[in-house]
């Protein structure tokens, strides 16, 4: 993987525009802009806020600067972009940049204790976290391999690449979790974290909507957080995105009665008009592996239930 940098722009202003490597994500990428409508829409002046994967710290700028966020903490599993990120924070906010405190080294959601220490201060907790098990995972392969789903060309075998951990989960490390069963494990793990280190802070995060938003609710609800949405947009599906794990469900569940219950959602249009299943939707691609995909992917709050 080469080290260039790509110097993005993550406003159409271009007030913020970072360094990123080839292995963070691209900060003009509708997912962050999803993300950062959302933030905006969060009310988060005056605020401790927490980023769980800070990546090139592009929504640190932007908590700081746009949102008026008191202070921002954050840490990333990758060793690397907590560094990157306060790089960045320094040139692209320079005033704001001395209310940024990165988590040092490689820190697996909060497990470390100077990001307890910080959760104990934290107002709100945001995240986009991996909604795709590792493709390699060996439970995920014999399942997929079970449902006759196979993986997108050019996915999974081989040495994974330096930005695999930005983009996928160990799936069973996660099993233990009951929403893991679609996708979510990671983030369930992480929600479960914060309900007994940080029980008052309030959570945002960034998902693919693939799984439909009546899963989500239910699973912030599950989790004993109130779901609110805050931002979402219709985005074009990368080509050769691996959509095997949502094919696998959906035939998985094939006469059992219980078929109804979950059917992945994408579309074939932009505008989000023409549903598609993943059957559906893998169909169209293996008759033509051009195909233009689109899925929602939406910013949701989850406020903490107290009893």
Known sequence: MSDAIDKSRAKEDGAL?????????????????TFQKGLEAAGLEGKNVYEVGVGTGTNVAFLLRMCKA??????DLDA????LAERNVRELVPQESSRFHPIKGSVSLIDNPDALEAISKTDAVIACLPQVGDPNDDKLTAFREAQ????????????PAEDHVAHYYPWAMFDEYPYNSVGLGL????????????????VIMNFG??????????????NGYEPQKLSSMVVHQHAGTDISFFV?????????????????IFYAD?????????????????KDPKTKLYHEVCTIRGKPVTE
């Open 17 to 33: 525009s970072p360094e990123r490597p080839e292995f963070a994500f691209d900060p003009t990428d509708p997912w962050t802009i």
């Open 70 to 75: 008191k202070t921002v903490y954050g840490s």
């Open 80 to 83: 690397r972009l907590p560094d």
């Open 148 to 159: 006759k789903a196979t993986l997108a060309q050019g996915t999974g075998g081989g040495n």
């Open 187 to 202: 983030n369930e793990a992480l929600l479960r974290r914060l309900k007994e280190k940080a029980p008052n802070a309030e």
């Open 209 to 222: 909507a693939r799984i439909g938003t009546d899963i989500l609710f239910e699973f912030f609800r599950s």
């Open 248 to 264: 696998a469900l959906e035939r998985s569940l094939k006469g059992t009665g219980v078929e109804n219950e979950f059917t992945a």
């Open 270 to 286: 932009p505008d989000g008009k023409q549903k598609l299943s993943a059957c559906e939707a893998q169909e169209l691609i293996d």
